[in-house]
């Protein structure tokens, strides 16, 4: 005879994302005299990044440019959600200052190490970093 037990056995699935899937993350400081633009350029500079590179974009995520920690931010924490459900293979941002400036680089360390741990590459879109492959190693 066989005992059954009560519990359930759980396994952790790791979602496989589309390769080319990507979400473009705009968190960009605001102007005095065109508060848009550089949000403006930040997105279009991700899309032209996104095409040229094959990436189609599932979301773009904005958030108001101010506090330093991205965990303390919504829209970095929806970015957090997709890579974390393999719904994206990776993060397109203008620079390396929206994910977390420069004074807090240790918590853009930790965001790229995060997303790079669940298998999602962060993309630069500004031009002079985002020449070759975009791609932070």
Do not use: N
């Amino acid at each position: 005879m066989t005992q059954t037990s009560d519990r359930e056995a759980t396994a952790t699935v790791t979602a496989c994302p589309d390769p080319g899937a990507a979400v473009l993350y705009v968190c960009a400081e605001r102007g005095t005299f065109a508060p848009d633009l550089a949000a403006e350029r930040a997105e279009t500079e991700g899309r032209t990044l996104a095409e040229a590179r094959g990436l189609h974009l599932t979301e773009v995520i904005t958030d108001p440019y101010g506090e330093p920690d991205p965990l303390h931010r919504e829209g970095w924490v929806r970015v957090r959600e997709l890579a974390e459900s393999g719904t994206v293979a990776a993060v397109i941002v203008r620079w390396p200052a929206a994910i977390a400036p420069d004074s807090a680089h240790e918590l853009r360390h930790r965001e790229i190490s995060w997303l790079q741990d669940r298998g999602v590459r962060v993309r630069y879109s500004w031009e002079p970093l985002a020449s070759g492959s975009g791609e932070v190693k």
